[in-house]
């Protein structure tokens, strides 16, 4: 199992004020809170800000966030399926037992970022930035990676069916024990990727060629 560095793990002071249900609007800005056991609802919303903040057991009903920014933040066991959250910039960030199905990250910049046993299924990462992000036992199936650029990118023991990397380099990225029997990429920037031999069919048949029993 591997964690993130010290210096990557959210840094959460005393949390001084507590919200259930609350109606997030542009331009503002959180610090020190937690949000629990409620539903945060809005619509397009943006400029909003949330420095060492912990969510537990919430509901995200925003229909999309602009120039949202993410710092030192934790989710836990909350909901974020089908949220907006294109450009956003979140540093030192976990997502733990955290529902992100269909959750667009496009053109993020992740750095410090933590997805621990989440429910990614259908999210997008498309011409996002991630540098020094684990994904751990997290279900991303039918996720979609393109253009994506990386830098100490980890994925242990995750669920890829359907995975889509076009576009974007593998050298180096350790999918091993990760399981899989398909996902798409582009053959010219597939050299470098680690896999199992239990892998080794499902590349190879994406790359025309077949294996015949002797």
């Avoid at 109606?23 to 060492?52: H, L, M, N, P, W």
């Avoid at 399926?81 to 053109?107: P, Q, Y």
């Amino acid at each position: 199992m591997r964690k993130l560095a010290e210096l990557d793990l959210p840094k959460l002071g005393k949390s001084q004020k507590e919200y259930e249900n609350i109606t997030i609007k542009s331009d503002e800005e959180y610090e020190d809170c937690v949000f629990q056991d409620g539903t945060i609802t809005g619509e397009q919303v943006e400029r909003v800000y949330f420095r060492r903040v912990r969510f537990i057991n919430v509901t995200f009903e925003v229909d999309a966030f602009y120039q949202l920014e993410l710092l030192d933040v934790v989710f836990e066991n909350c909901n974020l399926s089908n949220t907006e959250m294109i450009g956003a910039i979140i540093h030192r960030a976990a997502f733990r037992r955290t529902k992100l199905v269909g959750t667009n990250f496009s053109d993020c910049t992740c750095i410090g970022v933590s997805f621990d046993d989440c429910q990614a299924n259908y999210s997008a990462f498309n011409y996002a930035s991630l540098k020094r992000v684990l994904f751990q036992e997290t279900s991303l199936i039918a996720v979609e990676m393109m253009d994506m650029k990386w830098e100490k990118l980890a994925l242990e023991k995750c669920r890829l069916d359907g995975l889509n990397t076009h576009h974007t380099s593998l050298n180096g990225l350790d999918l091993h024990n990760c399981i899989f029997e398909q996902f798409a990429f582009t053959p010219e920037l597939l050299k470098g990727v680690i896999i199992s031999p239990v892998h080794s069919s499902a590349i190879v048949s994406q790359l025309g060629v077949h294996i015949k029993d002797m």
